[in-house]
């Protein structure tokens, strides 16, 4: 397994899911703006770039190699978000920074076990966009999933820790405080990904 490839995907990964993040902040329509987002997961579906929240959805089923590199993959997605983010502010764009701050201000008055949940319930429909994409027989099927999936868990105001690094970096509020928190979120994207594919393996297994 290549891990600097998968390294550097990851990175692109994370910036994918910044351009999704900087259209959400640039629109003041909530709808509008979650549709607008999954241009980040189609990109990354479209060339097989490695995010973390698709990709761990699969790791039972796979061996060690793939096991490790996850925690490659979530350190590529931040730095992927962290650099787009920092170039972004470099910009005229500037000015989505007052609306991230705010959203990122709502995260660190919330508590642990909301954010956890709220990390579950997101990945459940990131699982469902990401498996949709790829197993659906039909080709519009396979946007739809896309497009249903994202806007489903932005709308209702889940948390996706990558998008969460993107929106962090624009705010500039990094502290020990906000990685726990991020932390947290990352744990329940796990469960909630891991758990969704397992209920649909067995559900699905024939042999049953």
């Avoid at 929240?53 to 978000?81: E, R």
């Avoid at 787009?84 to 919330?110: N, P, S, V, W, Y």
């Avoid at 906000?178 to 067995?202: D, H, S, W």
Wanted: overall charge neutral.
């Amino acid at each position: 397994m290549n891990y600097l490839k998968i390294f550097i995907s990851a990175i692109a990964a994370g910036c994918s899911i910044s351009f999704g993040g900087m259209v959400f902040l640039s629109l003041d329509n909530k709808i509008a703006g979650a549709f607008f987002f999954t241009v980040g997961l189609f990109i990354i579906c479209t060339f097989g770039f490695h995010l973390f929240t698709g990709k761990v959805a699969y790791v039972l089923h796979n061996d060690k190699q793939y096991a490790i590199s996850l925690p490659v993959i979530w350190i590529g997605n931040l730095i992927g978000a962290f650099l787009t983010a920092h170039i972004f502010l470099a910009t005229r764009i500037a000015g989505i920074t007052e609306k991230a701050q705010a959203m990122c201000q709502i995260k660190a008055d919330d508590s642990l076990l909301s954010l956890f949940i709220l990390g579950i319930e997101c990945n459940i429909f990131v699982y469902l966009a990401v498996e949709g994409y790829n197993k659906n027989p039909h080709e519009i099927g396979k946007y739809l999933s896309l497009v249903f999936g994202i806007m489903v868990f932005i709308l209702c105001g889940f948390e996706h820790c990558v998008a969460d690094m993107f929106y962090i970096s624009v705010a500039g509020m990094w502290s020990l405080n906000m990685f726990v928190r991020v932390l947290v979120i990352t744990a329940g994207n796990i469960v909630g990904a891991v758990g969704f594919n397992e209920i649909k393996a067995y559900v699905t297994n024939k042999n049953e």
